[in-house]
């Protein structure tokens, strides 16, 4: 599996963008990347995932560049409630099977 | 939205003691997981069972653990003799079958605490 980096903490406020770049140098060409969000005491609830270029819900978007050895999830006009963790994570897309492995994740802190 | 539902929210052993916590997942998956997360520490991979038996399982899963799938419906790891280091947040989770286009859906945990 694909070792992620991402920033252990980040600060934003109210109504910004919040940008979460992640590296992952080593990512295999059946590997997708994924983002998940963790509030305190809840269990990982997934965000977004993608493979290459962009990929857009109603909660962020992800870029990928052409290359693929990092992403950014973007968070648009945040709220206070988006304070949480944010996983990057690689992990083949069409292998059910595979277990996905946490890292540290990027500790999100939104003031008002 | 379908939801990964786990039982107790909380539990508490004494040492020693065997617990058994449950799941319910969504009911179209058929991949399950199960991982902790120690208090303020990472979400750690447990093991994942696929066709009623174990696909993977990590370092932590030891002889003192066991998964079972014991009807339709119920998914469940049991501790066979607690310990301290045991306490921790227990998540199960699942998955599609054949794609993982949605990622893994994860219940609200149960917090075990063995005094």
């Known amino acids: 599996l694909a070792k992620t980096t991402q920033p252990i903490s980040m600060d934003s406020y109210e109504g910004q963008e919040v940008n979460i770049t992640c590296s992952h140098n080593?990512?295999?060409?059946?590997?997708?990347i994924t983002w998940y969000q963790q509030f305190p005491s809840q269990g990982p609830r997934f965000i977004i995932q993608?493979?290459?270029t962009k990929v857009t819900n109603e909660v962020a978007s992800l870029f990928i560049p052409a290359d693929r050895k990092s992403s950014t999830l973007s968070l648009p006009r945040v709220s206070l409630s988006d304070t949480a963790v944010y996983y990057c994570?690689?992990?083949?897309?069409?292998?059910?099977?595979?277990?996905?492995?946490f890292g540290s994740g990027t500790r999100l802190s939104i003031r008002p | 939205e379908p939801e990964v539902t786990q039982t107790p929210s909380h539990q508490v052993t004494q040492m020693g003691q065997e617990v058994i916590l449950r799941c319910v997942p969504i009911?179209?998956?058929?991949?399950f997981y199960w991982y902790r997360q120690i208090l303020g520490q990472k979400v750690e991979f447990l093991v994942s069972?696929?066709?009623?038996?174990?696909?993977?399982k990590s370092e932590i899963f030891d002889d003192q653990f066991s998964v079972e799938r014991p009807d339709g419906s119920n998914f469940t790891l049991k501790i066979r003799s607690t310990k301290l280091e045991d306490s921790a947040m227990y998540f199960c989770?699942?998955?599609?079958?054949?794609?993982?286009?949605?990622?893994?859906?994860f219940g609200s945990g149960t917090r075990l605490t063995v005094v």
């Open positions: 009911s179209n998956h058929l991949y």
């Open positions: 989770a699942s998955s599609e079958a054949l794609t993982n286009d949605y990622g893994y859906t």
């Open positions: 994570l690689v992990a083949p897309g069409y292998s059910s099977a595979s277990k996905i492995i």
């Open positions: 069972f696929y066709n009623n038996e174990i696909s993977e």
């Open positions: 080593n990512i295999a060409t059946n590997d997708y």
């Open positions: 993608g493979y290459k």
